[in-house]
């Protein structure tokens, strides 16, 4: 089954302990990306990679962290979480290249407090 | 400044009722828009990519439509499983394949 995984699904943590959300795909995508989605805002996007090695800055970057040495994984790091980074994050992967028609996971759930 | 707003933030129709929902945008130049479904805690789901001005996609109970401005999503005869909220998203032709997300109409359908 095509899909996108995410975990943890749910984190509750406290101020500046660092934390990794794992993503990854077996749909062979090259492009993947994080969101952040809170009431009222929308998506918003936090970083993007178009291939292996390769990655960029979305909307919000700042507090994140990403890479990408493997095509299926696409690691979301949190050096010095804060609770205004509380939130729920996607991830999500692409076979378009584009970003246009975009599969995401089940989303994670961070509360920093 | 790019931007996507869209109308209402929410809408309860009756099972059967029709109606549409808005997606207006303010791109420099409009590569794509796109129509995603979400539903409670889950992540969205694509439904259609709409390229230019007249283009028109359907899937079972729902059609988008795209002008200069705007696009709709047009609801014909629902039940109560397209309840959900709706998203949509614009990509300009200078955003290296960014897109930006508007907020969402929650659609309820009530039996």
């Known amino acids: 089954e095509a899909q996108v995984t995410q975990n943890p699904r749910y984190l509750i943590t406290v101020t500046g302990k660092k934390l990794t959300v794992t993503c990854s795909q077996n749909m062979n995508h090259e492009y993947m990306s994080w969101y952040r989605q809170d009431p009222g805002l929308g998506l918003r996007q936090i970083y993007y990679s178009m291939n292996v090695e390769v990655t960029d800055k979305g909307d919000v970057p700042e507090g994140y962290k990403v890479s990408r040495k493997e095509k299926r994984n696409f690691p979301l790091i949190l050096e010095s979480p804060s609770p205004n980074q509380t939130s729920l994050y996607f991830c999500?992967?692409?076979?378009?290249?584009?970003?246009?028609?975009?599969?995401f996971g089940p989303g994670t759930r961070l509360t920093v407090l | 400044e790019d931007q996507v707003t869209q109308s209402p933030e929410a809408l309860r129709l009756q099972e059967g009722e029709s109606s549409s929902l808005n997606c207006s945008y303010t791109?420099?130049?409009?590569?794509?828009l796109f129509w995603y479904r979400q539903d409670p805690g889950k992540g969205p789901e694509f439904l259609f990519t709409l390229y230019s001005a007249g283009e028109e996609k359907e899937k079972e109970r729902l059609k988008a439509t795209l002008t200069k401005k705007e696009s709709f999503l047009h609801i014909t005869a629902p039940k109560p499983e397209d309840s959900a909220t709706y998203l949509c998203?614009?990509?300009?032709?200078?955003?290296?394949?960014?897109?930006?997300w508007g907020a969402g109409t929650k659609l309820i359908i009530k039996p």
């Open positions: 791109v420099s130049g409009l590569r794509g």
């Open positions: 999500a992967s692409d076979g378009t290249g584009a970003g246009n028609e975009q599969f």
């Open positions: 998203a614009v990509q300009a032709m200078d955003s290296n394949y960014q897109l930006i």
